[in-house]
Nanobody
Framework: VQLQASGGGSVQVGGSLRLSCVVS????????MGWYRQAPGKQREALAA???????NYDSSVKGRFTASRDNNKNTVYLQMDSLKPEDTAVYYC???????WGQGTLVTVSS
């Protein structure tokens, strides 16, 4: 199983970014996916979990600002991030839920 995350970058406060994670080596349509992040000096935290049907559970820290979605035709899960804050600065990871398969991480930097 391989996960390739992309879409990170530098953005100003209030800006938006969309992360993508392409998954291969598994039956993606039957796979629940998760988005996580790890800020400097902090533990990795869960942001959103999206099930096979597209239903999403969000952590309270991002609910209302971040939107997770998936396209089973493209084996891809997305994280749309709006109203970004400096505290959103972190490396963002995608993960196959229930496994130890992680993407390589993509850096998001939010500056004021």
């Amino acid at each position: 199983v391989q996960l390739q995350a992309s879409g990170g970058g530098s953005v100003q406060v209030g800006g938006s970014l969309r992360l993508s994670c392409v998954v291969s080596g598994t039956v993606f349509s039957s796979t629940a996916m998760g988005w996580y992040r790890q800020a400097p000096g902090k533990q990795r935290e869960a942001l959103a979990a999206i099930n096979e049907g597209g239903a999403v559970n969000y952590d309270s820290s991002v609910k209302g600002r971040f939107t997770a979605s998936r396209d089973n035709n493209k084996n891809t899960v997305y994280l749309q991030m709006d109203s970004l804050k400096p505290e959103d600065t972190a490396v963002y990871y995608c993960k196959v839920m229930g496994t130890n398969y992680w993407g390589q991480g993509t850096l998001v930097t939010v500056s004021s």
